[in-house]
């Protein structure tokens, strides 16, 4: 999910940093348009239940530590409401953090309608000639 968030972002605009697979620091993705740093934590597991407030945490303190005030967890499968509940929490503090949003990856699919379709399928590794039904 990494490569191809990574992917869909540059499609977007943004310049992409994708940080190591281990010892990340709190953040999969670093993203940056327009001057702003955006830290991304992804999160492919099969159960929301199991992306929660530790997760927001990690990538709150990273963002701390690196004076960041923009964060985003894209997970595959939503967070739990203990996630949702400390980044709702965090934004209310006296921290420099504006914000931290909880993302799934169809509603990032779902704001790209200016991203070529046929880009999209090859990021999944769908063969568009292959896969066309016959009129």
Do not use: W
Request: aromatic share 6%; glycine share 8%; net charge positive.
């Amino acid at each position: 999910m990494r490569f191809f968030s990574k992917e869909i972002y540059k499609l977007l605009g943004y310049k992409v940093y994708l940080t190591a697979a281990s010892n990340d620091g709190g953040k999969d993705i670093v993203l940056n348009k327009r001057g702003e740093k955006i830290f991304v934590e992804c999160k492919s597991h099969k159960n929301s239940n199991s992306i929660g407030r530790p997760d927001a945490q990690k990538l709150c303190g990273a963002m701390v530590a690196e004076n960041i005030t923009k964060g985003l967890i894209l997970s595959v499968n939503g967070v739990n409401k203990n996630c949702i509940n400390y980044c709702k929490k965090i934004k209310s503090k006296k921290v420099k953090i504006d914000s931290i949003e909880c993302l799934n990856i169809i509603d990032l699919l779902e704001s790209c309608s200016e991203i070529d379709g046929k880009r999209i399928l090859e990021l999944c590794g769908i063969d568009r000639e292959k896969n066309k039904r016959a009129v």
